[in-house]
């Protein structure tokens, strides 16, 4: 495999070729430090305040997609092959003010202007998907930006004007758009690329073949998808993550596809790539897929790093597990496919031979008989960590529950099933006495921790609760509404 | 303004912030914006991993060995006073000698190369100590014999034990009030210069660059003039910067005129809210008397505060607490006390409302209290409550209220925002909702204005006109978001009668205006404000006296208008008037001045009238809550708000829009947790959790009272603005908590703890629901 030593990409719409680039160097500290791209801030450094929001485009199978990211936890090495746009570049070459700003001037949006930049970013690239946005859109496309002085109140007046001051047709990142598809593309060698000091070493395969082969040989590399938890490691913790192998710009990683009755999704894809598929094929997903992150973390982070990383508290396991979810593990040409819950070994332990890596998740699509929900619970509504997270399946034929499959997040040192409570519940009939014995048994399968997020006692009582909701909205018989209206 | 059609940017109108253009483009300089001076080093802190002990040695040669590493700071290292407190007190060392006093605690400086070295270097530390038993909250310090970190205050009026004797009714209860982060999106920074002999200038993000100032000449042992303070512009300050950028400044300027290079300092988001002060937590204990109306006849309440391990501003915040646990009512007979308790944890400073927030929401607590205990409907208890009427004026500390305008103000939210018949709708909703349970509540504010050290009540600005017509200009007051200097402008350009463009606002600092104040207490343009006024007044009589001895026409005869200076007939374009004024060797420079009138206050009397007047407010808020989960939604918010005559009403509406999201999430969503070893666990907007766009109210509805003038002469007859509107958030908890309350017919005032975070919501409904 020839190899290639330098980072190539686009900034602001000029070429860039840098060489040793390290692992663990950020995208924000570049811009900011070695290129005086000094709207780009830093509020929180580990995703959560948008203060860095920037734009990444990036060639997929669609075409040019253009993304808001946090460049506080994106590493520069993954920027390789795409066009970096920083809130310096919106006004464009005649430095007229951008539809996006003059709609935030006008009506306020700014105080103290500290995250300015960052929410005329994420505005940027809502206008751009979706020109006449509602406030329930502008809200998740604000799920990531926080601001301390405003209340948001201006700022989604602005978001919803924006459109009255422009169209999307005619901003450059679009008529530029086959200029910076045709640079891009030739930016696109096949080679593999290794970067950075001995250390520090940042290694981008060509593709997937060539990251089973480059993790054989590395075995002990951190493998780094959307960078949204390692990316902390290096921010918070100081820690070292050479080598890493990035695969973040795998296209062939990145599917999302039904293939007969499943629904299969490459470990590289981020939840926003799986937003439509969810949309279609797991409805009660939808909602919760919105509430993972902020808009900014969706577009980086992964299915396959959520469930790699082995969190107790990751959004995605419960509701994967619920739904009888297999993943498929690799290394170099060899292939296992086990059930996700037996993936969770015990708390930072997890079934992963050295030098294998999660390569697909495949998702059963529901069947008839089957209902469906998912459910978070957190402090804050939006970007926030769940205290409790639950995916809940259960099969019902005749008014008798056959099969069930219960499975929880937040509630032990690994997302996992709750076996009494699912024996509690089949062969009963669908009742809310079924389900009341259920949540009667979850304390045998439970005994969660007390934290910052929730204590001990309320984990299991929202979750004993969560299986009454879930009774009772699936019931024939609720009249009146049980959950509050999402955004 | 008939007369201002043609000028652009005067008072009262909706002028835009003076940087929003640089804010949306990525343009406004912040300090860690600024470009380094060659060999510019950078400091980080290293910080304690345990409450409280003795500390025996700290080994940094490792530190010192670390790669980029050009030295260390420590308490040897101060070569003036190893002090920062800002009230003079003496008890909070830059770096300490013998204590650790809380988990985060600040022990040295390691400056370096490179901000990544030094971060990596600081964690090389070997610290020996003995560790003590340590106390965290005011219960606990009270219980362990933990002493007073300030003289407590006590307010008293009329008699309150023959009143708890004869009353009818009586209740007691405890509250606690969590404290809250400012969460700032930009953090802590200092950035120092040295220069020749003992100077040295620091840019910063402090809104108090005089106190700075004084920290930094104080530590380096130097006269305050060889140190100047520069601040452009914060991203964020809500209090969070009023003392606590000392450290950052002096740890910055020591290790700047040490290695005589360029310093900076900005600790990550973690050590930002770890090892800087916040919100006081309160726990608050109520004993009430009241008649069979609900109309309060004695009241005896004590503040206990959680100050953290040194004084630092805890007096006035803890003194203010009780300034306004009346909040809009009159007690007849009245006891208050503060217990400003230290504790091992950070020491808390001001934000937004300084105390203020956790005694009103007292009051309003003891309303509701009273409210389920005689059957009513709160907002009939809140106004039977209200001062007003014969003999039923004076606050707890002996100041009459003169400017009362609630009886109107809350009517007419009352009436705007249907809060009879949506509460009768929402009644009959939790009827027939078995799982979802709807709230509604309206609070007013009532907030005193003005600091209550007197002494702060000063202001001064600096004007210059240039000789082709364009103005400087300066004041005391710091930017950090509220728009303190577009208003300020607009001040100027009315006065002038000038396009607010040809006013260049300029960033404060020390060598322009001394000793001023910090933008603090809502009082920024109050006081700048009206010192800028006086210093445009100045300049403007001498250009008067210069129109009539050169034109000869009367003083009357001389008007600024609409960019013009008419002189009798004669007419002459403003920048032209100027340079023939400067070519008469006209003086176009003033400095101006301003001290606020009436004040006055006897701390250990209890007595007098630290408030030059009060600002006004109602919020009507109703919520849903998941009875299932605890979980909960704004449904909609009505806000009405008293800024007197607004000079920015665009500005003013986006401050009181922006307090009361920032209110609501200190008592929804904002939550301080410690472990058991007294670490602070929620330490950044992971784990920290601010509102966001989806919290704020479904609807939300936001006005002003712009009928509403200012008695006194303020500036324009406009009030503060800056904190008041945030004890607007109390209505989404007290209606959060009718809410809980319908689980049991209303019939049980829930016990509900601040923040109501969903938790503590579903454990209220859950109590209730098994008859506690």
Redesign the interface.
Same mark, same amino acid.
């Given at each position: 495999m020839a190899h290639r030593s330098e980072i190539r990409f686009v900034l602001n719409g000029r070429d860039v070729s840098i060489n040793d680039v390290g692992a663990s160097q950020t995208l924000l500290d570049y811009l900011r430090l070695e290129r005086r791209l000094t709207g780009t801030k830093e509020g929180c450094a580990e995703g959560d305040c948008g203060a860095c929001t920037v734009l990444v485009g990036r060639l997929t199978y669609t075409g040019l997609t253009y993304a808001p990211v946090n460049a506080c936890i994106r590493f520069l090495a993954s920027v390789d092959g795409c066009h970096v746009v920083t809130v310096e570049y919106l006004s464009g070459p005649d430095g007229r003010l951008h539809p996006v700003q003059q709609a935030m001037i006008d009506h306020h949006g700014s105080q103290c202007g500290f995250c300015t930049p960052g929410f005329v970013m994420s505005l940027y690239a809502l206008w751009m998907e979706t020109p006449e946005p509602s406030e329930a859109q502008v809200e998740t496309a604000l799920q990531g930006n926080l601001c301390r002085c405003t209340g948001y109140e201006p700022i989604i007046r602005a978001a919803v004007a924006v459109s009255r001051y422009g169209s999307p047709a005619s901003d450059h990142l679009n008529t530029e758009r086959a200029t910076v598809t045709t640079h891009l593309q030739a930016l696109q060698d096949g080679k593999r690329v290794v970067s950075g000091p001995q250390n520090n070493l940042s290694i981008l395969p060509a593709d997937v073949d060539d990251f089973a082969e480059c993790l054989l040989s590395h075995p002990d590399a951190t493998i780094v998808a959307g960078a949204t938890d390692v990316g902390l490691w290096v921010t918070k913790f100081l820690r070292s993550i050479g080598p890493a192998i990035f695969i973040g710009h795998l296209n062939d990683l990145k599917q999302v596809e039904t293939q007969g009755n499943d629904l299969l999704i490459g470990a590289g894809a981020s939840y926003t790539d799986c937003q439509d598929a969810l949309s279609r094929h797991l409805p009660h997903l939808s909602a919760y897929w919105d509430r993972i992150a902020g808009w900014q973390v969706r577009n980086m982070g992964t299915v396959g790093g959520n469930i790699a990383n082995g969190s107790p508290i990751g959004d995605t396991p419960p509701v994967l597990i619920a739904l009888g979810a297999e993943i498929t593990l690799r290394r170099g040409a060899d292939r296992r496919t086990l059930p996700l819950e037996a993936f969770f070994v015990d708390y930072g332990k997890q079934d992963r031979q050295s030098g294998e890596f999660v390569e697909t998740i495949r998702i059963p699509l529901p069947e008839p008989n089957q209902h469906h929900a998912a459910y978070k619970i957190s402090k804050r509504r939006d970007e926030d960590i769940s205290s409790v997270a639950v995916g809940i399946n259960v099969s019902v034929t005749d008014g008798v529950i056959t099969t069930c499959r219960l499975a929880f997040g937040g509630m032990a040192a690994t997302p996992k099933r709750a076996a009494a409570a699912e024996q509690a519940l089949v062969g009963q009939i669908w009742s809310e006495a079924a389900f009341d014995q259920a949540a009667a048994a979850l304390p045998q399968d439970f005994s969660p921790l007390s934290d910052w997020r929730a204590s001990s006692d309320y984990r299991m009582l929202s979750a004993q609760n969560l299986l009454r909701r879930f009774f009772l909205e699936h019931d024939a018989a609720t009249a009146a509404p049980i959950q509050l209206a999402s955004a | 303004m008939k007369d201002n059609v043609s000028v652009q940017g005067t008072a009262h109108s909706d002028r835009?912030?003076d940087?929003?253009? +640089?804010? @949306?483009? #990525?343009?406004?300089?912040?300090t /860690?914006?600024i470009?380094l001076p060659t060999g510019a080093l950078h400091a980080y802190l290293g910080v304690s991993d345990v409450a409280h002990a003795t500390l025996k040695s700290i080994d940094l040669s490792a530190v010192r060995a670390a790669p980029g590493v050009v030295g260390v700071l420590t308490a040897e290292d101060v070569p003036g006073v190893n002090d920062i407190s800002p009230t003079g007190l003496n008890d909070e060392p830059v770096f300490p000698t013998d204590k650790i006093q809380f988990h985060g605690q600040p022990l040295f400086a390691v400056i370096a190369e490179t901000r990544d070295a030094a971060?990596?270097a600081a964690?090389r530390a070997q610290i020996d100590c003995d560790v003590l038993p340590h106390a965290l909250d005011p219960i606990a310090a009270q219980e362990a014999g933990y002493p007073y970190v300030t003289k407590p205050l006590k307010l008293e009026r009329g008699d309150i034990a023959p009143a708890f004797k004869t009353a009818p009714n009586r209740i007691k209860g405890r509250m606690s009030v969590g404290g809250q982060d400012? &969460?700032?999106?930009?953090?802590h920074i200092a950035f120092a210069i040295p220069g020749e002999d003992d100077d040295v200038v620091v840019h910063c993000s402090t809104q108090h660059p005089s106190e700075a100032q004084h920290m930094v000449a104080h530590v380096l042992g130097v006269p305050s003039n060889a140190v100047v303070v520069n601040v452009r512009? &914060?991203?964020?300050?809500?209090g969070g910067k009023e003392s606590q950028m000392n450290l950052f400044c002096a740890v910055a300027a020591i290790a700047a005129k040490k290695w005589n290079r360029a310093v900076k300092i900005r600790p990550?988001?973690?050590q930002d809210m770890t090892a800087t002060g916040k919100r006081h937590d309160f726990v608050i204990d109520y004993d009430v008397a009241f008649d069979e109306v609900g109309r309060i006849q004695a009241l005896d309440g004590s503040f206990a505060a959680r100050c953290g391990f040194s004084a630092d501003l805890s007096g006035p915040v803890t003194d203010r607490a009780l300034f306004h646990a009346d909040n809009a009512y009159f007690y007849p007979n009245v006891r208050l006390t503060s217990h400003p308790m230290k504790t091992n944890t950070v020491s808390n400073t001001a934000f937004r409302g300084f105390g203020g927030p956790q005694g009103v929401i007292a009051a309003e607590r003891i309303i509701e209290e009273i409210a389920y205990a005689t059957g009513q409907d709160p907002l009939d208890v809140r106004k039977a409550n209200f001062y007003g009427g014969e003999g039923r004026d004076l606050t707890p500390y002996h100041q009459t209220v003169e400017d009362n305008i609630l009886d109107r103000l809350v009517s007419e939210l009352e009436d705007s925002a249907e809060y009879r018949q949506r509460r009768q709708e929402i009644i009959a909703f939790n009827a027939?909702?078995? @799982?979802?349970k709807k709230g509604i509540a309206l609070t007013p504010v009532k907030f005193g204005i003005s600091f209550t050290a007197t002494w702060y009540n000063q202001a001064g600005a600096l004007v210059h006109i240039y000789n082709d017509g364009s103005i400087h200009l300066n004041h005391g007051g710091t930017e &950090?978001?509220? #728009?303190l200097n577009t208003k300020v402008a607009q001040i100027v350009a009315e006065a002038f009668q000038v396009d607010i463009d040809r006013i260049k606002i300029t960033k404060t600092t020390t060598e322009k205006v001394p000793n001023t104040s910090a933008t603090a207490a809502s009082s920024g343009t109050d006081l700048n404000g009206m010192a800028a006024l006086d210093a445009v007044r100045q300049i403007q009589a001498r250009l008067v006296d210069f129109a009539v001895e050169t034109w000869g026409v009367a003083p009357d005869e001389v008007v600024f208008r609409a960019n013009e200076v008419h002189a009798g007939a004669q007419v002459f374009p403003f920048d032209a008037f100027i340079k023939q004024a400067y070519l008469a060797r006209i003086q176009l420079s003033a400095a101006g001045f301003y001290k606020t009138p009436k004040i006055h206050w006897d701390r250990d009397k209890g007595q007098g009238r630290p408030f030059y007047y009060f600002s006004y407010g109602a919020a009507c808020s109703e919520v849903?809550i998941?009875t299932?989960?605890?979980?909960?939604?704004v449904e909609r918010t009505d806000l009405l708000h008293d800024v007197g005559r607004s000079l920015n009403p665009?500005?003013d +509406?986006?401050q009181v829009?922006?307090?009361? @999201?920032?209110g609501m999430g200190w008592l929804t969503?904002e939550?301080l947790?410690w /472990?058991d070893t007294g670490r602070l666990?929620?330490h950044? $907007?992971?784990?920290y +959790?601010? $509102?966001?766009?989806?919290?704020?109210p479904r609807i939300?509805n936001?006005n002003l009272a712009d009928w509403s003038e200012n008695r006194e002469l303020t500036i324009k007859r406009s009030k503060a603005v800056g904190e008041p509107p945030f004890m607007l958030g109390i209505s989404v908890f007290e209606a959060l908590s009718m809410a809980v309350a319908s689980v049991a017919g209303y019939t049980t005032c829930p016990r509900l703890d601040a923040p109501a975070? $969903?938790?503590r919501v579903? &454990?209220a409904v859950?109590r209730l629901r098994d008859g506690g």
């Open positions: - | 835009i912030h940087s929003a253009i +640089k804010h @949306v483009t #990525g343009r406004a300089d912040y /860690d914006d470009a971060r990596r964690e400012h &969460m700032y999106l930009e953090g512009r &914060m991203g964020g300050g809500f990550d988001r973690d027939d909702s078995p @799982v979802l &950090m978001g509220q #728009g849903m998941d299932l989960t605890g979980e909960y939604r665009a500005l +509406k986006g829009e922006g307090a009361f @999201v920032q969503t939550e947790w /472990d666990r929620t950044a $907007p992971s784990t +959790k601010i $509102p966001l766009a989806s919290d704020r939300f936001v975070t $969903p938790e579903l &454990m859950t």
